[in-house]
């Protein structure tokens, strides 16, 4: 049987009246990659907040990797190794291309109380940076104000954010949001190439790179989970064809 | 050490605020207004205190309207000890120095907890708490402050604060020290955490930061640099009272940071320059002079996005303005 790296068990969530995430269930196995699909305001933001630790869920668990973390800040989530992606990038703006890698790598190094030695020209960080902004793409960029970069450019950085903090999980939300075709297969083919080395959850709205990347694909619908399969027996469903997919 | 810099606008600028501060006491009596060299003394105290302000507020914005209380905690370090006659610096100094500290971790812990406005309305609630403690204590003065008769005592041969010269350059080089840490502080990996948690603090918690411990030490680090502000002004001038503690004066540590380009090495420094040569020629011109400081302040803010050295900056072929 296969290990689950993530188990989500009657999560819920409240804003006032609204049910943003209604006892929810999830199971994500080691070195897949999960879908989650569903209309606007299905929740699948909301989720991703619980999981990574920005939201406090109203009731329900969350096991990662063998442990509970359903109360750890987000801080402490990263480094037992599930780190959150952005649909609305979130970049350090007024750091360079490479220091915002760095300081994902800079955070899995240990404390950061070090007041005297420059960090600029720490050869480790700087290195450790760059290759990942090389696998990402990115690596003639690096000297660029994240701030000056092609809003495609910044969803990338995004990505190798989150990718540079070393994790085992990945929680992507809409990655390729805003990303023109070139880029967006670009992503594409690099999480493909991923699958494997990562268990990723994945929300996304193109349905081409969902149908081609998942292993298993659950839709939400009103913070609740109406169908969970293989991407053929999504399709098959008839239920979501009609509540979600089109009849195309 | 890459001597290039010196020839931008702002390296030129930099250099003349420095040389300014060095030669002052020659160039004062050279133009027949020795007061100038007082002046300059004090300038370099408030920079001090700037220095200090820039450090959480310009690297890691963190806007703290409180931050004169640190100057009025050091000051009154050397006044309470004064008045007890211990003239020790090795008392008075590092008692003023922990106590500012103490009194940064007491207010940081509280007021970190929350940001933005509330961040600035309670850290001006703490410092007027301390304000208003200092001036109901009738034994130190209470509004009246306290006169201090003997500068704090270092026990070195021919070291003596007594001495204007000596006092003038021990202000200097403790100034330029804080301006020297601040540049190491800010590049180390400490420095990053903080600016990038200025940047996107949310960010940093879902990478891995637990930024609060980040922030709460910066906070630390620049009261007690402010207290060391205090510990000189006491000495500088001989006197201390509630009103180095007053809300007016952390204001104008804010505008001083803002108007010599907050989040830069120097900005405060050139900042307290303006700011109190303007406010002193003014003053001997006309009675009436807040009416022109006043506009003055706001066309800064208004136009001067990143004040002076912004400004300069502007100047410059910028490697990261290609993009």
Same mark, same amino acid.
């Given at each position: 049987?296969?290990?689950?790296?993530?188990?989500?068990?009657?999560?819920?969530?409240?804003?006032?009246?609204?049910?943003?995430?209604?006892?929810?269930?999830?199971?994500?196995?080691?070195?897949?990659?999960?879908?989650?699909?569903?209309?606007?305001?299905?929740?699948?933001?909301?989720?991703?907040?619980?999981?990574?630790?920005?939201?406090?869920?109203?009731?329900?668990?969350?096991?990662?990797?063998?442990?509970?973390?359903?109360?750890?800040?987000?801080?402490?989530?990263?480094?037992?190794?599930?780190?959150?992606?952005?649909?609305?990038?979130?970049?350090?703006?007024?750091?360079?291309?490479?220091?915002?890698?760095?300081?994902?790598?800079?955070? /899995?190094?240990?404390?950061?109380?070090?007041?005297?030695?420059?960090?600029?020209?720490?050869?480790?960080?700087?290195?450790?940076?760059?290759?990942?902004?090389?696998?990402?793409? =990115?690596?003639?960029?690096?000297?660029?104000?994240?701030?000056?970069?092609?809003?495609g450019e910044q969803r990338q950085?995004?990505?190798?954010?989150?990718?540079?903090?070393?994790?085992?999980?990945?929680?992507?939300?809409?990655?390729?949001?805003?990303?023109?075709?070139?880029?967006?297969?670009?992503?594409?083919?690099?999480?493909?190439?991923m699958k494997g080395k990562y268990?990723?959850?994945?929300?996304?709205?193109?349905?081409?790179?969902?149908?081609?990347?998942?292993?298993?694909?659950?839709?939400?619908?009103?913070?609740?989970?109406?169908?969970?399969?293989?991407?053929?027996?999504?399709?098959?469903?008839? +239920?979501?064809?009609?509540?979600?997919?089109?009849?195309? | 050490?890459?001597?290039?810099? &010196?020839?931008?606008?702002?390296?030129?600028?930099?250099?003349?605020?420095? &040389?300014?501060?060095?030669?002052?006491?020659?160039?004062?009596?050279?133009?027949?207004?020795?007061?100038?060299?007082?002046?300059?003394? /004090?300038?370099?105290?408030?920079?001090?205190?700037?220095?200090?302000?820039?450090?959480?507020?310009?690297?890691?914005?963190?806007?703290?309207?409180?931050?004169?209380?640190?100057?009025?905690?050091?000051?009154?370090?050397?006044?309470?000890?004064?008045?007890?006659?211990?003239?020790?610096?090795?008392i008075q100094w590092p008692v003023?120095?922990?106590?500012?500290? &103490?009194?940064? =971790?007491?207010?940081?812990?509280?007021?970190?907890?929350?940001?933005? $406005?509330?961040?600035?309305?309670?850290?001006?609630?703490?410092?007027?708490?301390?304000?208003?403690?200092? $001036?109901?204590? +009738?034994?130190?003065?209470?509004?009246?402050?306290?006169?201090?008769?003997?500068?704090?005592?270092?026990?070195?041969?021919?070291?003596?604060?007594?001495?204007?010269?000596?006092?003038?350059?021990?202000?200097?080089?403790?100034?330029?020290?804080?301006?020297?840490?601040?540049?190491?502080?800010?590049?180390?990996?400490?420095?990053?955490?903080?600016?990038?948690?200025?940047?996107?603090?949310?960010?940093?918690?879902?990478?891995?930061?637990?930024?609060?411990?980040?922030?709460?030490?910066?906070?630390?680090?620049?009261?007690?640099?402010?207290?060391?502000?205090?510990?000189?002004?006491?000495?500088?001038?001989?006197?201390?009272?509630?009103?180095?503690?007053?809300?007016?004066?952390?204001?104008? &540590?804010?505008?001083?940071?803002?108007?010599?380009?907050?989040?830069?090495?120097?900005?405060?420094?050139?900042?307290?320059?303006?700011?109190?040569?303007?406010?002193?020629? =003014?003053?001997?011109?006309?009675?009436?002079?807040?009416?022109?400081?006043?506009?003055?302040?706001?066309?800064?803010?208004?136009?001067?996005?990143?004040?002076?050295?912004?400004?300069?900056?502007?100047?410059?072929?910028?490697?990261?303005?290609?993009?």
């Open positions: 049987m296969t290990e689950i790296m993530l188990k989500v068990e009657n999560l819920v969530k409240h804003f006032g009246g609204l049910v943003a995430t209604d006892s929810l269930n999830i199971e994500v196995e080691q070195g897949e990659i999960h879908a989650v699909i569903g209309p606007n305001g299905a929740g699948k933001t909301t989720l991703i907040h619980q999981l990574s630790g920005m939201l406090e869920s109203d009731s329900g668990t969350i096991h990662f990797d063998g442990q509970e973390i359903s109360h750890m800040s987000s801080a402490n989530r990263c480094h037992a190794g599930m780190v959150r992606s952005y649909q609305i990038t979130s970049i350090f703006k007024d750091f360079s291309v490479l220091d915002n890698v760095a300081m994902s790598i800079q955070a /899995r190094e240990g404390h950061s109380f070090r007041f005297w030695k420059n960090a600029n020209k720490d050869a480790v960080l700087a290195g450790k940076a760059r290759e990942i902004l090389v696998e990402m793409g =990115l690596e003639e960029r690096a000297e660029v104000l994240a701030d000056n970069l092609a809003h950085l995004e990505i190798a954010m989150a990718l540079a903090t070393d994790p085992k999980m990945l929680l992507l939300d809409e990655p390729m949001a805003g990303m023109g075709p070139e880029e967006s297969s670009r992503v594409t083919k690099y999480l493909e190439s268990t990723m959850l994945l929300i996304e709205h193109d349905m081409d790179a969902v149908f081609a990347l998942a292993d298993r694909i659950t839709v939400l619908v009103y913070g609740q989970a109406v169908a969970c399969g293989t991407p053929e027996e999504i399709r098959g469903n008839e +239920e979501v064809r009609h509540a979600y997919l089109g009849d195309d | 050490m890459n001597l290039e810099i &010196l020839k931008t606008p702002r390296g030129i600028y930099n250099s003349l605020l420095i &040389l300014l501060c060095i030669f002052m006491p020659w160039i004062a009596p050279a133009i027949g207004q020795d007061f100038f060299t007082d002046v300059f003394g /004090r300038i370099m105290i408030v920079a001090i205190a700037a220095i200090s302000l820039n450090l959480i507020m310009g690297f890691g914005g963190m806007i703290s309207f409180g931050h004169a209380v640190f100057v009025g905690i050091g000051g009154y370090a050397v006044g309470i000890f004064a008045s007890h006659g211990i003239e020790s610096a090795y003023g120095l922990l106590m500012s500290g &103490l009194f940064a =971790l007491i207010i940081g812990a509280i007021s970190l907890r929350t940001r933005g $406005v509330y961040f600035i309305m309670i850290t001006l609630a703490f410092a007027q708490m301390i304000y208003f403690l200092s $001036v109901s204590i +009738e034994k130190y003065g209470s509004d009246d402050g306290l006169t201090i008769d003997a500068r704090s005592d270092f026990g070195i041969p021919f070291y003596d604060l007594n001495d204007a010269l000596t006092m003038y350059f021990t202000v200097f080089v403790l100034m330029v020290a804080c301006l020297l840490i601040t540049r190491k502080m800010v590049n180390s990996r400490f420095g990053r955490v903080i600016r990038a948690a200025k940047s996107n603090d949310e960010r940093m918690h879902t990478i891995g930061y637990p930024t609060y411990g980040y922030k709460l030490t910066a906070f630390v680090i620049a009261g007690m640099m402010c207290g060391l502000s205090g510990l000189l002004s006491a000495n500088f001038e001989d006197f201390v009272s509630p009103d180095m503690m007053f809300w007016t004066f952390s204001g104008e &540590l804010i505008f001083i940071v803002v108007l010599g380009g907050m989040g830069t090495i120097m900005g405060p420094l050139g900042g307290a320059i303006i700011f109190l040569l303007l406010s002193e020629v =003014l003053s001997n011109i006309t009675n009436s002079w807040h009416l022109i400081f006043g506009p003055f302040l706001i066309l800064v803010v208004l136009f001067a996005r990143g004040g002076v050295e912004g400004f300069l900056a502007k100047f410059e072929k910028s490697p990261e303005a290609k993009s």
